[in-house]
């Protein structure tokens, strides 16, 4: 590269001190197209249309440095030759008719002349010398054969890959798992016993009962036991408020879910995405419901192989009544308070990385019956804050032991109350076509019946 003169060095450091300023730049790139230095005067030429892009200074000296010769201007009014004047001509005499002048003889016309092209300035080639100095200002996606962006292909939803959680992991239950096994794992592991016995995997599965139970961490078992990738969808993620957004939310689920099978669909909070439209007074969610109807209908067809339907609520109740019919979610199991097996798996659980000393998990077990997976989960947690607490009081550290746990346990109030109050109800005044009879059952075990 050739030595730069004193003015063009000068000019190099008042540009890199105000680099957003256009005119001094393109002075710059003046001085260098003057002193032969194209390459230098492109680029600096470049970075001001970057920030000028409508500069036509700009372009004009790009035009010049890249040695395309510019654009022809139309020339104007001020510019243009005046028209050929015409003499006046005398007027007759009155007395004498005036004649018609002769015409004129025509000249052969002149042959027409094709019009000059006009320059155009070859901005890929620019790009090509510019390219490493200075980055493209806008990215365009790729078009597929089809004239689709690729970019729309992206899945806007969080899909999990297979995980590692099985139903082995999950402690007691053995009745939720035995139910699972019969009416969803069993006929998806044997296709061919499937097939001889006529067994559809039309409709999906319905997970009920009181909240902190384990019904979102069956479902990702679930999709472990397949191999499936895990999709979780929530009234948070398909409604919007603008009219339709909603239903093509919806519809896009099941086609990432589609795209992505194997694949379990888990809709979390179905009395939200699915109440009852005769309940609905916004027609949005009765159109929501609309969408989710026609998706559930098609989880047999052929383009939905390997997708499968998973959903929990609280309130089956305020569900409405033609997701929950044959085809449809029509699989339901009722996921109860952990049994002694479980309590025993959920506090060695979240005992396991904590300092503890002489603690009877057996014990803990039997004094914690009716409480949910949550409220044990609080259990351990109190325990932890109350050794903590004592630790820092008293400037000894001293580990968890028995007695923190009983006191945190003695506190807790078992969350799933509230829950079989109002289900007490449902069971003997609601139970149309034996639709709670496991509720009914285990609330007479119990005898809150």
């Known amino acids: 590269m050739p030595d730069d003169s004193p ?3 000068s ?5 890199a001190a105000a680099p957003a300023d256009v005119p001094l730049r393109l002075h710059l790139a003046q001085l260098l197209l003057d002193a032969d230095r194209s390459d230098d005067a492109v680029a600096e030429a470049a970075v001001a249309l970057q920030q000028a892009p409508g500069d036509a200074q700009a372009r004009d000296l790009m035009v010049r440095a890249m040695g395309t010769p510019a654009p022809a201007r139309t020339p104007s009014a001020a510019q243009s030759p005046p028209p050929a004047q015409i003499p006046p001509q005398a007027p007759a005499p009155a007395h004498i008719p005036t004649q018609s002048p002769a015409p004129a003889p025509s000249s052969s016309p002149s ?9 155009r300035f070859d901005w890929k080639a620019a790009e090509e010398q510019v390219g490493d100095a200075v980055p493209p200002r806008f990215v365009e996606p790729p078009v597929r054969a089809d004239g689709q962006d690729e970019a729309a292909d992206a899945d806007a939803w969080d899909v999990e890959e297979p995980g590692t959680v099985r139903l082995a992991d999950v402690g007691g239950m053995q009745d939720v798992k035995d139910r699972m096994e ?16 006529g067994k559809s995997l039309r409709g999906g599965l319905l ?10 961490f069956i479902a990702r078992a679930v999709a472990g036991e397949l191999g499936a990738a895990f999709l979780s969808v929530s009234v948070n993620d398909v409604l919007d408020m603008w009219m339709g957004n909603s239903e093509r939310n919806m519809h896009e689920v099941f086609e990432t879910a589609r795209r992505q099978a194997p694949c379990v669909v888990f809709l979390d909070e179905l009395d939200a995405l699915g109440a009852k439209r005769s309940r609905t007074g916004h027609s949005g969610m009765r159109n929501v419901v609309n969408q989710l109807l026609g998706e559930l209908d098609g989880i047999d067809s052929a383009a939905n192989e390997g997708v499968f339907v998973l959903a929990a609520t609280n309130v089956p109740w305020d569900v409405d009544n033609a997701l929950r019919r044959p085809g449809r979610l029509d699989r339901t199991i009722l996921v109860l308070p952990p049994d002694a097996p479980a309590r025993e798996a959920i506090l060695r659980y979240h005992l396991r990385d904590r300092p503890i000393e002489n603690v009877d998990v057996g ?13 044990l989960a609080h259990v ?16 000894n550290v001293r580990m968890i032991n028995m007695k923190d746990l009983l006191a945190a346990a003695k506190d807790v109030v078992p969350s799933a109350e509230p829950w079989f109050a109002s289900a007490r109800n ?24």
């Open 7 to 9: 003015l063009i060095q």
């Open 11 to 15: 000019l190099r450091t008042a540009v």
């Open 111 to 119: 042959p027409e002349q094709p019009p000059r092209p006009r320059g």
């Open 182 to 197: 019969a009416a969803f794992l069993a006929p998806l592991r044997n296709p061919e016993l499937r097939k001889l016995y």
């Open 207 to 216: 997970l009920y009962g009181p909240p902190g139970c384990g019904k979102t």
């Open 363 to 375: 014990r803990l077990v039997k004094i914690t019956e009716g409480l949910s997976g949550a409220d």
């Open 380 to 395: 351990c947690e109190s325990g932890a804050e109350r050794a903590l607490l004592d630790s820092a009081r008293s400037g």
């Open 426 to 449: 449902v069971a003997m005044f609601a139970n149309e076509g034996g639709m709670y009879d496991d509720l009914v059952t285990y609330l007479k075990k119990r005898r809150k019946l």
